[in-house]
């Protein structure tokens, strides 16, 4: 097990996470996930999690990994037209993660997906988190608006809240 990386989970808290992602955050995230929404017929899922537990850790748990396994509790895989896309922050590592689903996902080469990754983590580098995250809310949603752009009124099939874990 990376010692540095234990440590840097063990100190991260749910207190610290809510600094990074405070209410006022996550309201305007949820404002541009909403507004976004209406230009596709994709879903956007934005997770934050503090911290993995020391079993994760211990298991040497990639930030992928978790996020993929996030993507399947969060039910992003089960959109109608299988065009969910989970962004996925884990603090202590500092990392943010895509996972696409497969209808999006075959139409999207991983190049998109890791620029998008890239200008979050300029910002977030800087611990400038809302614009940081309502930039990759807004490169993904251009995504989805190019490759399932709306018809009319979509339902809305997961919750455009940000989630924090």
């Not at 399947?72 to 089960?78: D, P, T």
């Amino acid at each position: 097990m990376d010692l540095g990386r234990f440590w840097r989970h063990v100190l991260m808290s749910p207190m610290r996470a809510a600094r990074a992602f405070p209410g006022a955050t996550l309201d305007a995230i949820q404002r541009e996930i909403a507004a976004h929404e209406k230009l596709h017929r994709g879903e956007v899922c934005f997770v934050v999690e503090a911290e993995l537990e020391t079993g994760q850790l211990w298991a040497e748990l990639s930030s992928r990994d978790r996020a993929r396994e996030v993507f399947a509790m969060r039910g992003v895989w089960n959109t109608e037209e299988n065009n969910g896309v989970l962004i996925y922050v884990l603090l202590a590592d500092r990392k943010v993660e895509i996972v696409a689903d497969r209808g999006i996902d075959a139409r999207v080469g991983p190049e998109a997906w890791i620029r998008i990754v890239a200008d979050m983590d300029r910002f977030f580098a800087e611990s400038r988190f809302e614009e940081g995250a309502i930039a990759g809310v807004r490169a993904v949603s251009d995504l989805l608006a190019a490759h399932f752009p709306a018809r009319g009124e979509g339902a809305n099939e997961l919750a455009d809240r940000p989630v924090m874990m």
